[in-house]
T-cell receptor, first 113, second 118 residues
Framework: AQSVTQLDSQVPVFEEAPVELRCNYSSSVSVYLFWYVQYPNQGLQLLLKYLSGSTLVESINGFEAEFNKSQTSFHLRKPSVHISDTAEYFCAVRRIGNEKLTFGTGTRLTIIP | GAVVSQHPSRVICKSGTSVKIECRSLDFQATTMFWYRQFPKQSLMLMATSNEGSKATYEQGVEKDKFLINHASLTLSTLTVTSAHPEDSSFYIC??????????????FGSGTRLTVV
């Protein structure tokens, strides 16, 4: 079975500062990796995903994540955050060939004006 | 893009009554839908996998008689919380994937239903 660890439950960051949200996973087989964002009282929105190929994936709103197989990590980064980035961020993995998503416990990103 | 509509967004019910939550795929056919439960400030816990035309597969520890799932068509899955109690109060979220499932890598989530049992 696979598992996901998000070590930081809360991350406060000043506006326009960079941020990194950490995600580590464990799996005995190859996986797909995802980052989802959840705004208050809403469902999840896909932020970005790693399937194969380039280990650096980017989203349209400035976030990026890098797949590091040796460190089994998929950290999410943004060079300059905005107030609107305040949300809960979930890392998730899916074993290739299996339908189920396994989520981390989430990281609450709070942007300080 | 793929859109999943979940209804209602909020519901308050009395203890002992049943509540039905609907999850619809609006612009695609969803062979498989998933139901999650999210406690405050916690992650999503998969409750069950709903497959069109067959019985749902429940995760360990989830009472199938309490959380009834029906996936009668390719665009609709319902979750019924039967004889609800205050401890069933939670945020319920559905997600759906089109096609055959295993080959599809993206998931679309509904906007969630906040259930409060009083």
């Amino acid at each position: 079975a696979q598992s996901v660890t998000q070590l930081d439950s809360q991350v406060p960051v000043f506006e326009e500062a960079p941020v990194e949200l950490r995600c580590n996973y464990s799996s005995s087989v190859s996986v797909y990796l995802f980052w989802y964002v959840q705004y208050p009282n809403q469902g999840l929105q896909l932020l970005l995903k790693y399937l194969s190929g380039s280990t650096l994936v980017e989203s349209i709103n400035g976030f990026e994540a890098e797949f590091n197989k040796s460190q089994t990590s998929f950290h999410l980064r943004k060079p300059s955050v905005h107030i609107s980035d305040t949300a809960e961020y979930f890392c998730a993995v899916r074993r290739i060939g299996n339908e189920k998503l396994t989520f981390g416990t989430g990281t609450r990103l709070t942007i300080i004006p | 893009g793929a859109v999943v509509s979940q209804h209602p967004s909020r519901v308050i019910c009395k203890s002992g009554t049943s509540v039905k939550i609907e999850c619809r795929s609006l612009d695609f056919q969803a062979t498989t839908m998933f139901w999650y439960r999210q406690f405050p400030k916690q992650s999503l816990m998969l409750m069950a996998t709903s497959n069109e035309g067959s019985k749902a597969t429940y995760e360990q520890g989830v009472e199938k008689d309490k959380f009834l799932i029906n996936h009668a068509s390719l665009t609709l899955s319902t979750l019924t919380v039967t004889s609800a109690h205050p401890e069933d109060s939670s945020f319920y979220i559905c997600s759906a994937i089109p096609g055959t499932g295993a080959d599809y890598v993206g998931y679309t989530f509904g906007s969630g239903t906040r259930l409060t049992v009083v």
